[in-house]
């Protein structure tokens, strides 16, 4: 196999392994009914991308490719968190949105 390969394996395993821990964290909080702000999209994100489980099953390379860049800024309100059209969101961003989305999906199918 080649090493582009076993790269894009080791990204597919670490995205899967985040997508899981962001949708436990969020989990937390859409049990509870707290609605979706951009300051809990940025604990959330912070929170997913600290946790020594993750650090610990990936490479330090493949990690870096999950964070935020710099450049890429978000508000950090307690407004609710919306994005219109856009599709270009950070990883840990993404997969808190749709663990949202899918609650409140399952939710209005147990009415």
Same mark, same amino acid.
């Given at each position: 196999?080649?090493?582009?390969?076993?790269?894009?394996?080791?990204?597919?395993?670490?995205?899967?392994?985040?997508?899981?821990?962001?949708?436990?964290?969020?989990?937390?909080? @859409? @049990?509870?009914?707290?609605?979706? /702000?951009?300051?809990?999209?940025?604990?959330?994100?912070?929170?997913? !991308?600290?946790?020594?489980?993750?650090?610990?099953?990936?490479?330090?390379?493949? !990690?870096?490719?999950?964070?935020?860049?710099?450049?890429?800024?978000?508000?950090? /309100?307690?407004?609710?968190? /919306?994005?219109?059209?856009?599709?270009?969101?950070?990883?840990?961003?993404?997969?808190? @949105?749709?663990?949202?989305?899918?609650?409140?999906?399952?939710?209005?199918?147990? /009415?």
């Amino acid at each position: 196999m080649r090493e582009q390969d076993l790269a894009a394996l080791r990204f597919q395993a670490a995205a899967r392994d985040l997508e899981q821990i962001v949708r436990d964290i969020a989990g937390r909080y @859409v @049990v509870l009914g707290v609605p979706l /702000t951009w300051r809990l999209l940025h604990a959330i994100e912070a929170e997913a !991308l600290a946790d020594l489980g993750f650090a610990s099953r990936h490479d330090a390379f493949i !990690l870096e490719l999950f964070k935020r860049p710099a450049d890429l800024s978000y508000p950090e /309100t307690d407004d609710p968190a /919306t994005f219109g059209r856009s599709n270009a969101l950070p990883a840990a961003f993404a997969f808190a @949105v749709s663990a949202y989305e899918n609650a409140q999906v399952a939710s209005h199918g147990q /009415t």
